[in-house]
């Protein structure tokens, strides 16, 4: 089974994308988990000559790789400016360089005001430079995409000069995303096939949303190596996203990748995170609703047998099958929630729940396996379900003043009241509840995102859903819980939501 290298330009090629900056040890973190965890084959992780911040990266980057082995694994982006661009990376540690020269006609005279050959001269002085100072060269031919259309005789100069010079791979990047994949597929094989012995690697961006189809064109048509990026991040539309890039290899392309599936999901969030860039919730692979269930019909086809699952299992991802609770849900949607909550009902009791829970439905109002207990408890009156009450409760903000909460919870026959101030009115009743929590001896949840949506409109009265996921530790494991809230004031929301979190830690962990 061939190999295909899996190049990550995340911090390169990815950064490019607006409104996207990483900081020295975030850069190091994603490196990490890329190289070590995910396991891609090479990362570009800056561009020559960059700013004094991005030089101190890269610097520390390159000194972790060096101490573990990975400094033949990094890769930047350099420039035909003879002995500059090589001196640079020397200087920060770097063993690697991708050259980007031009490789279209247009290009070439346009952007430099040069002909083919003094174009070729330079990138000659450069390669033979970065060898002297043994520094490995791999060849970008930038917009070869516009080459190959509109100057192939260009192209086909540039290549067959380029691969008589000591470098390890040409890579051809689409840079504006204009291919589609049978012109993919038809112009690589030409190239391939003219050139049998040459490492091709294959740049391709998002422009048409292709990337990725693009990607498995290319692989399809032999290419050794492909450039991604986590989700997908990059200049316009962005790059190929790496989860989505080695799934479609190997499911249907049969080509073996290094990649260590069940750590992508993993090393998406981080990138979100640190990106500040949310990704679409239908994101294949990654993103949040992709393998929830929500008509009935599908939950009782899977529990009758996994009809309607596919080679996406979400264990494939570390992640688990999830079944959406609406005015679509049948019987089996509820009773695959109840089984996770650990709740048993009648079948009377489950037709009235489930009732209940389409009613809410057709309210635009979602359900979820977390409310369940609070929603049963309201329809058979059960209060003794909901241990932990949060009784009164003060918020009190000011201009220049700190916001001070005060809280009255009770949990079982015990009351207590506790006040306390924070940085904004959220973080007061939080900092205020941690101390209940301690009091019980309750252990405390890490938050770990925090999203308020509100709908479209803009009614000051408008019901705000304030979303928490929360990561828990009990008996040496983690699980992650997503509480929600719904009320018109933000901050209720939020707290509605916490509430509902610490009621999951007393009835179901402790």
């Known amino acids: 089974m061939k190999q295909i290298e899996i190049m990550d330009t995340t911090l390169r090629d990815g950064e490019q994308m607006q409104n996207v900056s990483y900081t020295s040890e975030e850069k190091l973190s994603i490196t990490k988990i890329l190289l070590t965890e995910v396991k891609v084959n090479r990362m570009e992780i800056t561009s020559a000559k960059a700013s004094a911040g991005e030089r101190d990266s890269v610097i520390n980057i390159t000194k972790w790789a060096k101490?573990?082995?990975?400094?033949?694994?990094?890769?930047?982006?350099?420039?035909?400016?003879?002995?500059?661009?090589?001196?640079?990376?020397?200087?920060?540690?770097?063993?690697?360089?991708?050259?980007?020269?031009?490789?279209?006609l247009q290009h070439c005279e346009g952007q430099l005001k040069k002909t083919p050959e003094q174009h070729y001269a330079d990138i000659k002085e450069t390669i033979e430079y970065a060898n002297k100072k043994n520094i490995e060269v791999n060849v970008y031919l930038e917009t070869y995409s516009n080459g190959i259309k509109d100057s192939p005789d260009y192209l086909f100069y540039m290549l067959d000069n380029i691969i008589k010079l000591p470098i390890k791979r040409v890579m051809l990047p689409d840079t504006l995303g204009i291919l589609d994949p049978f012109e993919t597929y038809e112009y690589l094989v030409k190239i391939i096939k003219k050139y049998p012995d040459i490492h091709f690697d294959y740049h391709?961006?998002?422009?048409?949303?292709?990337?990725?189809?693009?990607?498995?064109?290319?692989?399809?048509?032999?290419?050794?190596?492909?450039?991604?990026?986590?989700?997908?991040?990059g200049e316009r539309a962005g790059n190929a996203s790496l989860d989505e890039v080695a799934v479609g290899l190997n499911d249907f392309l049969n080509l073996k990748t290094n990649i260590n599936e069940k750590e992508l999901y993993k090393a998406s969030k981080m990138v979100e995170t640190f990106s500040g860039q949310r990704m679409a919730l239908n994101k294949p692979i990654y993103g949040s609703n992709v393998f929830i269930q929500t008509a009935g019909i599908h939950a009782d086809g899977d529990k009758?047998?996994?009809?309607?699952?596919?080679?996406?299992?979400?264990?494939?991802?570390?992640?688990?099958?999830?079944?959406?609770?609406?005015?679509?849900?049948?019987?089996?949607?509820?009773?695959?929630?109840?089984?996770?909550?650990?709740?048993d009902l009648s079948d009377g009791e489950k037709k009235i729940l489930l009732q209940k829970i389409i009613e809410l439905g057709d309210k635009k109002k979602l359900v979820t396996s977390e409310d369940l207990p609070f929603l049963i408890s309201d329809i058979f009156e059960t209060p003794k379900n909901i241990p932990f009450r949060l009784l009164n409760w003060s918020i009190i903000t000011n201009h220049q003043l700190?916001?001070?909460?005060?809280?009255?919870?009770?949990?079982?026959?015990?009351?207590?009241?506790?006040?306390?101030?924070g940085d904004g009115g959220y973080d007061a009743f939080m900092n205020a509840l941690k101390k209940v929590l301690a009091h019980f001896k309750i252990d405390i949840p890490k938050l770990t995102d925090y999203i308020v949506t509100i709908p479209p409109g803009g009614k000051t009265d408008a019901l705000v859903q304030a979303r928490i996921s929360w990561e828990v530790k009990n008996k040496n494991k983690t699980a992650t819980y997503v509480t929600r809230g719904v009320n018109s004031d933000q901050l209720v929301a939020a707290i509605e939501a916490t509430v509902k979190m610490i009621n999951i830690i007393v009835t179901k962990l402790n």
């Open 304 to 343: 009758k047998g996994n009809l309607y699952s596919n080679l996406l299992i979400p264990e494939r991802f570390n992640r688990s099958r999830e079944y959406a609770l609406g005015k679509l849900s049948g019987k089996s949607n509820l009773e695959f929630n109840l089984k996770k909550i650990g709740v």
């Open 67 to 104: 101490k573990t082995g990975n400094l033949d694994r990094l890769e930047i982006l350099s420039f035909v400016d003879k002995n500059i661009s090589i001196d640079w990376a020397i200087e920060v540690g770097i063993k690697r360089i991708n050259l980007l020269t031009k490789g279209s």
């Open 204 to 233: 391709p961006h998002n422009d048409y949303g292709l990337g990725v189809a693009n990607c498995l064109a290319a692989a399809k048509a032999g290419v050794n190596g492909l450039h991604v990026t986590v989700n997908g991040l």
């Open 402 to 421: 700190k916001p001070v909460a005060a809280i009255k919870c009770q949990l079982k026959n015990e009351e207590i009241e506790i006040s306390s101030s």
